[in-house]
C-alpha cells in the first residue's frame, strides 16, 4: 500500500489479539509515515505509531466502569473522536482513530460514526477491528475498505544472515552463545561493523512492522536492542573499535 491510495477508513476483520493489533499499528504508520517507502519504520512518525505514543494516533476501546470494562463502546465516545476528528493533526499529516472492538459499538455509536465516515475530515482516518463483521451496520462497512489478510506476503523482505542470526541469538537468551558470537566478530572492520548494526537495525524496524518473522522477542525487547544498536552506532562514529563495540554487545544483548 503507499501513501497515494490510502482509504480515509478500514475495517480489520479476524480474531481479537496480538496479530490484529499488530495489522492496525503497522496500517496507521502507512498513513503517518513521513519516508519512502510506508511504513518505513525509521522516519519518527514510524517510530512513534510503533512505540504507541504518537499524539495522532487514538485508541478507542470500552471504557472502565464501576465494576470493569463496559460491554459496549459508548456514543459518547463516538461523539467525542468526531470532534476530536475536526482539529488539525499534532505533527503529522494525518490523525488515525483505531477503534479495537467495533462490534463492541452500539446502534447509537455506530450511527454517530457513520456520520463521520459519511463526510469525513481530510486529515482524519479510521480502522476499525472486529472479529465480527456483521455486527456492524450495512451502511459502516460499506464505507470502509475491508482487510482480512494481514501476513506479511508481497510487503515481506529479505534480512541480513548474520543480523538474523544475531536476533535469533537474542531470543534464545543463552549468555554463553552470546559472548561467543560477538567474540567472532570481534575482528571485523570498521565498514562491516558498520554494515552489521545496519542490518540489524534494519532487522528490528522490519520485524515491528510486521514485514519480516519474528525469532520470539516481545516488542518491549525489540526496542531495547534497537536502543542498543542506536548506542552501538554513535560510539563508532566516535571511533570506538569494532572490538569495544561487540564487547557491549556481548554484555548488553540480554540485559
Same mark, same amino acid.
Given at each position: 500500500?503507499?501513501?497515494?491510495?490510502?482509504?480515509?477508513?478500514?475495517?480489520?476483520?479476524?480474531?481479537?489479539?496480538?496479530?490484529?493489533?499488530?495489522?492496525?499499528? !503497522?496500517?496507521?504508520?502507512?498513513?503517518?509515515?513521513?519516508?519512502?517507502e510506508a511504513p518505513c519504520g525509521h522516519c519518527r512518525n514510524c517510530r512513534k505509531v510503533f512505540s504507541g505514543i504518537h499524539p495522532d494516533v487514538t485508541l478507542?476501546? !470500552?471504557?472502565? *466502569?464501576?465494576?470493569?470494562?463496559?460491554?459496549?463502546?459508548?456514543?459518547?465516545?463516538?461523539?467525542?473522536?468526531?470532534?476530536?476528528?475536526?482539529?488539525?493533526?499534532? @505533527?503529522?499529516?494525518?490523525?488515525v482513530y483505531i477503534i479495537t472492538e467495533a462490534d463492541r459499538m452500539n446502534r447509537l455509536a455506530q450511527n454517530a460514526l457513520l456520520k463521520v465516515l459519511e463526510?469525513?475530515? *481530510?486529515?482524519?482516518?479510521?480502522?476499525?477491528?472486529?472479529?465480527?463483521? %456483521?455486527?456492524?451496520? @450495512?451502511?459502516?462497512?460499506?464505507?470502509?475498505?475491508?482487510?482480512?489478510?494481514?501476513?506479511?506476503?508481497?510487503?515481506?523482505?529479505? =534480512?541480513?544472515?548474520?543480523?538474523?542470526?544475531?536476533?535469533?541469538?537474542?531470543?534464545?537468551?543463552?549468555?554463553?552463545?552470546?559472548?561467543?558470537?560477538?567474540?567472532?566478530?570481534?575482528?571485523?572492520?570498521?565498514?562491516?561493523?558498520?554494515?552489521? =548494526? @545496519? %542490518?540489524? !537495525?534494519?532487522?528490528?524496524?522490519?520485524?515491528?512492522?510486521?514485514?519480516?518473522?519474528?525469532?520470539?522477542?516481545?516488542? %518491549? !525487547?525489540l526496542f531495547a536492542l534497537n536502543a542498543l544498536v542506536d548506542r552501538a552506532e554513535d560510539y563508532l562514529r566516535h571511533n570506538v573499535a569494532p572490538k569495544q563495540?561487540? *564487547?557491549?554487545?556481548?554484555? @548488553?544483548?540480554?540485559?
Amino acid at each position: 500500500m503507499t501513501q497515494q491510495r490510502i482509504s480515509h477508513a478500514y475495517m480489520l476483520v479476524g480474531p481479537e489479539g496480538e496479530a490484529r493489533d499488530s495489522a492496525s499499528r !503497522r496500517l496507521a504508520a502507512v498513513m503517518l509515515c513521513s519516508g519512502d517507502e510506508a511504513p518505513c519504520g525509521h522516519c519518527r512518525n514510524c517510530r512513534k505509531v510503533f512505540s504507541g505514543i504518537h499524539p495522532d494516533v487514538t485508541l478507542v476501546t !470500552r471504557q472502565e *466502569g464501576t465494576s470493569g470494562l463496559h460491554r459496549e463502546i459508548l456514543v459518547e465516545q463516538i461523539r467525542a473522536v468526531a470532534a476530536s476528528a475536526s482539529v488539525a493533526p499534532n @505533527e503529522a499529516a494525518r490523525k488515525v482513530y483505531i477503534i479495537t472492538e467495533a462490534d463492541r459499538m452500539n446502534r447509537l455509536a455506530q450511527n454517530a460514526l457513520l456520520k463521520v465516515l459519511e463526510e469525513p475530515p *481530510g486529515h482524519a482516518c479510521f480502522i476499525l477491528c472486529t472479529a465480527a463483521a %456483521d455486527a456492524l451496520l @450495512e451502511t459502516v462497512r460499506s464505507r470502509c475498505v475491508r482487510v482480512d489478510e494481514w501476513e506479511r506476503g508481497e510487503t515481506a523482505c529479505v =534480512l541480513s544472515p548474520l543480523a538474523t542470526a544475531y536476533l535469533q541469538m537474542a531470543a534464545r537468551g543463552d549468555q554463553a552463545d552470546t559472548v561467543q558470537f560477538c567474540m567472532l566478530r570481534a575482528k571485523l572492520t570498521r565498514e562491516e561493523t558498520e554494515t552489521f =548494526l @545496519e %542490518d540489524v !537495525r534494519d532487522a528490528l524496524w522490519a520485524i515491528l512492522c510486521s514485514r519480516a518473522e519474528n525469532p520470539g522477542l516481545s516488542q %518491549d !525487547r525489540l526496542f531495547a536492542l534497537n536502543a542498543l544498536v542506536d548506542r552501538a552506532e554513535d560510539y563508532l562514529r566516535h571511533n570506538v573499535a569494532p572490538k569495544q563495540i561487540f *564487547g557491549m554487545l556481548a554484555a @548488553e544483548t540480554l540485559r
